[in-house]
């Protein structure tokens, strides 16, 4: 159950609102008019809590669950306890998505500039911004209407942060350009030095950064990421992509439109992403690669190589799926057989 000190549920809503809220059917032999009050994980739902049922791995759950009304596929109804209001919808996860932000909107956004915070007066602040104490806004940035910018955080000279934008306690933004409604979570790092150096047996000679970080419209990246900019060509991360935390992009790096990047991803210089591709936790990607259009990269892989359109990859070197997935059972098939 969500903690009222934190939260505060909208509501409550008809099953009717829920229905037309995530585009579900009701089931049948159950009243519209019911009122629900809050969302809840099946195993805490109540009889005024709504929940999701989208996986098999808890169909236990499901079958056990107190929650008044649910949202599942058609194909898993069947599965549902006696009395259960049924919210029928081809993707559960997402209708629910759609059901919780009715109890929990986006907070209102109070256009209050803290005493504390220092904005130089070359910068530009939009209409209805709100500034968090401690916040340094430097010399000739440009922040679109209606930001949010948090405590402590920092945005450097020249920065430009379009519309609707929402940057979090103890960011760091310099050298980059972000489009609308871009959220950057607590203690993420864009536009810092690229990790370029002209190596040789006198020293390591660094080599100046002189690109920026491009951030397209709708994107979102999450705490303690880091994206330097680049050496000369632009680092680029495009419209709609999500990005965990801890995740590294370097220099010249390119991201396309709607990718998914899980935590701790690292993302080496010059590797170029095609648009939806998936990158699961911990893989890492060496320099100047190709990564097709909506290809799938699993948890811990090493990538050497380009991968194409559509590939599933895994392993490391990686490779494809089926043959990575081979090759652990038939290693695994081995040690039994020595251990027996």
Known sequence: MTDKRFYTASG?????????TCGAEIGEDVAADALYHDVAPLDDAGAKDVSFFDNKLYAESFAASSAGACLVHPSLAGKAPKGMALLLCGEPYRGYAKVARLFYPAPRLEPVISRSAIIEDTAVVGEGCRVDAGA????????????HIGANVAIGEGVVIGGACLIKPNATLAYCILGARVTIHAGARIGQDGFGFALGPE??????????????DDVEIGANATIDRGSGPDTLVGAGTKIDNLVQLAHNVKIGRGCVIVSQVGI?????????AIMAGQAGLTGHLTIGAGAKIAAQSGVMRDVEPGEEV???????????????????????????
Request: charged content about 25%; proline content about 6%.
């Open 136 to 147: 340094y806004i430097s010399h000739r940035v440009e922040i679109g209407a209606n930001c």
């Open 12 to 20: 409550p809503f008809t099953l009717h609102q829920l229905a037309e």
């Open 268 to 276: 080496s210089g010059s590797t170029n992403v095609g648009d939806g």
């Open 314 to 340: 895994g392993g490391s070197p990686a490779k494809p799926v089926r043959e990575w997935l081979k090759g652990v059972a038939t290693l695994e098939r081995i040690v039994r057989k020595k251990g027996g």
């Open 203 to 216: 020293g390591h000679l660094k080599v100046p950064q002189l690109g920026r970080v491009i951030i397209e």
